[in-house]
């Protein structure tokens, strides 16, 4: 609503709350300068990212998060490599993390600093800050809603890139999301994105890394941290792990029509646009 360019509509989707967060969409939907779609269903991520698509009809899709803090120009810039250039499928932009309380700043020195992509093929937007054209959404089937709940994204960043679609990335486009602000929370965050990666099959190496040094914790005296936060990197490795392994053990297995292709599952949608889309290459 404080966007510098409006949408022509928002599309939004409740995944379950039970805290009055629905009646306050409600209202807000009622007082927005532009329509506003509401839906509700207690479901996972996937399923209601790609319910809120279907609420709206719209070539071009503009994702974010709840809990996530969109700059004003964010919808502008996020949608700008889309309308410039036909060719282009799926943009990326630039989050920040942000560090508020005691414990958020003591982990900050632990996170990785987002990096700049230098090419297209190195372009995996997290969906708290991407557009897309509807088609490349048809594309692929959507996000894969057999996940349990995470990983989606990414899963669906992977399909694009090998149904061959073109990526771009946009500095400008700036997203803030707050860190969890608890030790609990945080490890929970990082044993749930395990979880999801194994579901998906991705990251696999990442993950057996960190598991190694949880049975070897002397490794960690290898990392650019050495001694520092030792304890507390156990910890992070141990919750990492312990997830990656209950979703390679307990997780979802994608559907029996989903293929493995270069090392990732592909939706049957996927599988026939990277077909058709290395059919139709120029030699």
Not at 77 to 105: C, M, W, Y
Request: aromatic share 10%.
């Amino acid at each position: 609503m404080h966007q510098t360019v409006l949408p022509d509509e928002i599309a939004l989707v409740d995944g379950g709350s039970t805290d009055g967060t629905w009646e306050k969409l409600q209202e807000l939907a009622r007082k927005s300068p532009t329509p506003v779609r509401l839906g509700r269903e207690r479901c996972n991520i996937a399923r209601g990212r790609n319910l809120a698509i279907q609420l709206t009809d719209a070539e071009i899709i503009a994702a974010s998060d709840a809990g996530s803090f969109p700059q004003k120009n964010w919808f502008a810039e996020i949608t700008r490599p889309l309308l410039a250039d036909s060719k282009i499928d799926v943009v990326g932009g630039h989050n920040v993390t942000l560090f508020e309380n005691t414990f958020q700043k003591s982990v900050e020195p632990l996170e990785e600093p987002a990096v700049e992509p230098v090419s297209s093929q190195q372009v995996y937007p997290s969906s708290r800050n991407t557009a897309f054209r509807r088609q490349a959404w048809l594309d692929v089937g959507g996000y894969p809603e057999w996940l349990t709940l995470t990983a989606e994204d990414a899963l669906f960043n992977y399909e694009l890139h090998l149904a061959g679609k073109k990526f771009a990335y946009n500095r400008g486009a700036v997203v803030h999301w707050p860190m969890r602000e608890s030790a609990t929370a945080y490890l929970k965050m990082l044993g749930s994105y395990g979880y999801g990666a194994a579901e998906a099959g991705l990251y696999g190496p990442n993950y057996r890394r960190r598991l190694a040094t949880v049975i070897f914790p002397p490794l960690l005296l290898l990392s650019r941290h050495r001694f520092n936060y030792f304890g507390f990197r156990l910890r992070k490795n141990a919750a990492a792990s312990r997830g990656w392994l209950m979703g390679l053990f307990k997780g979802h297995r994608a559907p029996k029509n989903w293929k493995r292709v270069d090392g990732v599952f592909l939706s049957p949608e996927a599988q026939a646009c990277r077909l058709h889309s290395r059919n139709n290459s120029p030699a």
